[in-house]
């Protein structure tokens, strides 16, 4: 993940608030070995989006920089079923709202998010 769409002082927020989901995890048992999957990774942010989502709410540029630096590299099956979750839910604007992006990455071959 690209961080340079973030201020130093977003930066450090957030990984201050990483460092305590990675602590919780090790206390937990996680090893180095486990923190090598990608899958591990996607927990800790997920964590910190729902233990700070009032803080991001409450900051609209840090909340928008964060968001675009995770969408940065997304591939069009990311917004797919990022889609499909929210069409499930009843977000029939969105998912479709979504679903253009993901039209557009595959036209394009790189996320509409992408700085480049």
């Not at 991001?56 to 590299?73: I, K, V």
């Not at 917004?79 to 992006?101: D, P």
Request: with cysteine.
């Amino acid at each position: 993940m690209n961080l340079d769409r973030l201020s130093t002082e977003q930066r450090a927020r957030l990984n201050a608030w990483g460092e305590v989901e990675i602590n919780a995890l090790k206390a937990n048992g996680a090893t180095e070995e486990d923190f090598k999957e990608p899958a591990l990774a996607n927990v800790v942010i997920e964590q910190i989006l729902t233990k700070h989502c009032d803080e991001l709410r409450a900051d609209p540029e840090f909340a928008e920089a964060l968001f675009l630096t995770l969408h940065d590299s997304a591939s069009p099956q990311y917004f797919r079923k990022w889609a499909a979750e929210e069409r499930y839910k009843g977000n029939l604007g969105m998912a479709y709202n979504i679903e253009i992006l993901a039209d557009r990455c595959e036209r394009t071959g790189e996320s509409p998010f992408s700085k480049g």
